[in-house]
């Protein structure tokens, strides 16, 4: 097989492959040989099917399939053997002729291939870069222990209702001398909290009342939204916008959130059992979490910041039109992918691919290398991320090293961890080689930046 380059630019390449007959004929006899050992032909035995009848069964499509592998074969071959850097995946030349494989004869397949830029990076050469450290106020700490109190409260049974209380009960229309309507709109079994009644007046009225207690007030006062006393009443939003009057409301029940105390089982809940043993080491391990979780968000801020600021330095051209054309092959079965999809999306995605090279580059250039030992640690921070979701902080190593070691047996994983770490590596590496621009800054002010392009 004879194959060829033809360089149409320092970013397009041509390679043809001339497939003769004698490169595929043996292949091809291979495979019908056998479809000839199996096949299931009637009026022959297994296995005793002549050769020309196999032939003519499955000849056309044993010969497009073992073209195809060889194709794939030799073009993989070369790109490997003369180190082609390539974008996207090679592409049928858009003016290869339509190939008849039952002609049994040669055949030429020429595919079009985009060649990753020819680019240096020097970060000796960068300027400052910013580093944003976000200050830890009491006001966080105190914040963050009153959601950990929070997340670990419980509903309880309340003797009066107070200002937070959810409180049940009963409505019941009254006419102007306070007494039911016979015909007027009864509920039974509805609910709501003290925050959202409306009015002071009748709040002051609710207050301090008791299980079987009675107010007497206008809910449309109480209640301005419609959507509101349609949910209380059990009635539509449109008889709602008619209700007028007087409601009584007796209370069947009144329901109060108490938030966690500051004691042992709080402690063991969260850090695990014995690991805390007062408020005061509780608040340090607060801060410690919270020092170690800004760090991350300025890390973020920080990978944001750096690939702008490399980015920006480097002239790169890219083969735009042959990754368009790369996307739509490459998703020719899912219905959502269109040119036009692929026009609007276009400039987040070469962003990101500049990025991706810029990053293999900085790799290269200043020996950063990912092993297993650093996918596993990627996994880890996976994991560990995973569960503070949830609200779980207290996992033991030995769960999340477990719990990462699971997800890195699937293989559709590796790449993801592969990639992951080797962005850590990058951010950990330039953030030690480029100078820093160090600024405090509040975490109100931090949260800005993100609006900023």
Do not use: C
Not at 22 to 31: G, I, M
Not at 126 to 148: A, C, S, W
Not at 318 to 340: H, Q
């Amino acid at each position: 097989m004879n194959i060829i380059r033809e360089d149409i630019d320092e970013l397009h390449s041509v390679i043809k492959l001339n497939v003769e007959k004698s490169d595929y004929e043996q292949r091809v006899n291979d495979a019908l040989n056998a479809y000839k050992r199996k096949a299931n032909v009637p009026g022959f035995r297994p296995g005793k099917v002549p050769f020309g009848i196999v032939k003519r069964m499955y000849g056309g499509s044993v010969t497009f399939d073992e073209i195809n592998k060889l194709v794939s074969e030799n073009i993989t071959k070369y790109i490997s053997e003369n180190n082609l850097v390539l974008l996207g995946e090679p592409l049928p030349n858009e003016a290869q002729n339509t190939i008849d494989l039952n002609d049994d004869g040669d055949f030429v397949f020429a595919f079009d291939i985009a060649l990753s830029p020819e680019f240096e990076v020097n970060l000796a050469k960068q300027g400052k870069i910013p580093f944003y450290k976000i200050i830890l106020t009491d006001d966080m700490i105190n914040e963050e222990v009153k959601n950990l109190t929070a997340h670990f409260g419980k509903h309880e049974q309340s003797s009066k209702a107070g200002e937070a209380s959810v409180v049940k009960g009963s409505f019941i229309q009254v006419d102007e001398a306070g007494n039911d309507m016979e015909t007027g709109i009864t509920v039974e079994d509805t609910m709501f909290s003290m925050s959202v009644v409306k009015d002071a007046e009748i709040k002051a009225q609710l207050l301090d009342k008791a299980v079987g207690e009675s107010v007497i007030f206008d809910v449309k006062k109480a209640f301005p939204n419609d959507t509101e006393i349609s949910y209380l009443l059990k009635i539509t939003r449109e008889e709602a916008e008619s209700v007028t009057g007087q409601f009584k409301f007796t209370i069947s029940e009144i329901i109060d959130f108490k938030e966690a105390e500051l004691n042992q089982e709080l402690f063991d809940k969260l850090f695990g059992a014995g690991n805390i043993s007062s408020q005061e080491e509780m608040i340090a391990k607060v801060k410690k979490n919270l020092e170690k979780s800004l760090l991350i968000e300025s890390d973020i801020r920080f990978t944001t910041d750096m690939r702008n600021a490399i980015t920006l330095n480097i002239d790169m051209r890219l083969p735009e039109d042959f990754l368009k054309r790369w996307i739509l092959y490459s998703n020719k079965e899912n219905e959502n992918i269109t040119e036009e999809s692929v026009e609007s999306e276009f400039p987040r995605h070469i962003e990101d691919l500049k990025w991706q090279l810029i990053k293999n580059k900085i790799a290269t250039t200043y020996n950063l290398k990912v092993g297993p030992d650093d996918m596993f640690a990627n996994a880890k921070k996976a994991a560990k991320l995973q569960f503070l979701q949830y609200g779980l902080n207290n996992i033991s190593d030995e769960h999340i090293e477990g719990y990462a070691a699971d997800i890195l047996k699937n293989q559709q994983n590796n790449k993801r961890f592969f990639e992951g770490a080797l962005e850590d590596k990058v951010m950990e590496y330039v953030k030690s080689a480029v100078e820093l621009d160090e600024k405090e800054i509040s975490r109100e002010d931090f949260y800005k930046l993100y609006y900023i392009n």
